[in-house]
């Protein structure tokens, strides 16, 4: 199957907002939980946020719970990440990727990641 495509990053000054997108394809997209992960330069991979496939449940990491919203649309097999009040910390690659479940959301084995889009921000 074709990996995910993420879109939406790009440079922003510290405060800032930005949407980032993600396409599934190839798949039962409303069967699958999805998952935001990010890796910033010369760090490992760490979850960031993920929603179940009914929108019942979200999950964020410490560091952006309050500031970041995931949200899906099924129709157009379609997550996406609000990104508020950014900070330097944020700056990273930022990748999707299907999960089984709920439990597995935070578990970033996944053998078919996309491109990933890089987030910038400026302090």
């Known amino acids: 199957q074709a990996p995910p495509v993420e879109s939406g990053g790009g440079l922003v000054q510290a405060g800032g907002s930005l949407r980032l997108s993600c396409v599934v394809s190839?798949?039962?997209?409303?069967?699958?939980?999805m998952a935001w992960f990010r890796q910033a330069s010369g760090k490992v991979r760490e979850f960031v946020a993920g929603?179940?496939?009914?929108?019942?449940?979200?999950d964020y990491a410490d560091s952006v719970k309050g500031r970041f919203t995931v949200s899906r649309d099924s129709a157009r097999r379609t997550v996406f990440l609000q990104m508020n009040y950014l900070n330097a910390a944020d700056s990273a690659v930022y990748y999707c990727?299907?999960?089984?479940?709920?439990?597995?959301?935070?578990?970033?084995?996944?053998?078919?990641w996309g491109q990933g889009t890089q987030v910038t921000v400026s302090s």
């Open positions: 929603i179940t496939s009914s929108n019942g449940f979200t």
């Open positions: 990727i299907p999960r089984p479940n709920r439990n597995l959301l935070r578990q970033p084995d996944y053998d078919n």
């Open positions: 190839r798949l039962t997209f409303s069967s699958y939980a």
